[in-house]
């Protein structure tokens, strides 16, 4: 079985893959300090209540945005499971070209997504990745990676208007029914949700103007689900999408191996 780890700024996730499908998915809080140890008995214990167990893991993929973590994840394959790990921007084969000016500056989450992106979607495509940061990623016809804009997270506004204003209580999250606030929670309710809402609006049409053409827009991520249908300009949202390009990348990475062999 394959163990897809894919890592971001305010959360890791682990699945398990047995060939045919998904078995699990658990999601933990990224911490930089977390240990290959304390991974492996949180990760022990979770794949002892679905029936799984170590030696049912083969081989390991990894995608991390934090790169003091990533030492850690590796041990972790490499103590535990006697596999070096793949890594994405390491020792992976995208096949995909990565054309903005400094490909090396690509996040491996951005890569990922553009190939599970396009393998069910095609091109051209604008990718949208609510999470700690909100990316805007311009997927070509042919896969590759040509652009990107980064805005801040949902969450991080959030938090920010809380820290910086004392005033301002810490809010949940939640599509208002109004533009206009009664109180100070629904004011900022409304203030950031349809605030992004009129981001994510902007953004793609001023994209697809610049690019040229009409895109497919897809959104993924921890708080995509949210904006589900409250705009038109978003086609599809798919929480599958880092997953399904993690396999992808791990099956061309070994297809590439066997040419090269």
């Not at 078995?23 to 930089?32: D, F, H, L, M, V």
């Not at 084969?93 to 490909?103: A, F, M, Q, Y």
């Not at 895109?215 to 991520?221: D, H, R, S």
């Amino acid at each position: 079985m394959l163990l897809a780890i894919e890592q971001g700024n305010t959360n890791t996730l682990f699945a398990v893959h047995d060939g045919e499908g998904w078995r699990a998915q658990w999601r933990t809080a990224t911490e930089s300090t977390r240990t290959a140890d304390e991974y492996a008995v949180w990760l022990y214990q979770l794949l002892q209540m679905n029936g799984l167990d170590f030696n049912q893991i083969e081989d390991c993929i990894i995608s991390s945005v934090v790169p003091q973590s990533l030492f850690n994840l590796r041990k972790l394959a490499q103590r535990y499971f006697n596999k070096t790990p793949y890594v994405i921007g390491d020792n992976t084969h995208l096949g995909i070209e990565v054309r903005i000016d400094k490909p090396s500056e690509a996040g491996a989450d951005r890569l990922v997504n553009t190939v599970g992106a396009w393998i069910k979607y095609g091109g051209p495509l604008i990718v949208i990745d609510s999470g700690t940061a909100t990316t805007f990623d311009v997927v070509a016809a042919d896969g590759a990676l040509e652009g990107t804009a980064i805005a801040p997270g949902i969450n991080l506004s959030v938090q920010a208007l809380h820290s910086a204003a004392a005033k301002l209580p810490r809010i949940a999250i939640e599509r208002p029914a109004h533009y206009i606030g009664k109180d100070t929670v629904s004011a900022m309710q409304s203030g950031i949700f349809w605030g992004y809402m009129g981001l994510i609006e902007y953004l793609t049409d001023k994209i697809q103007a610049e690019y040229g053409q009409s895109m497919t827009v897809v959104a993924t991520g921890g708080v995509a689900s949210l904006f589900e249908g409250a705009t038109d300009r978003i086609h599809h949202f798919d929480p599958d999408l880092t997953l399904r390009g993690l396999l992808e990348i791990y099956q061309r990475t070994l297809s590439n191996q066997k040419k090269n062999e």
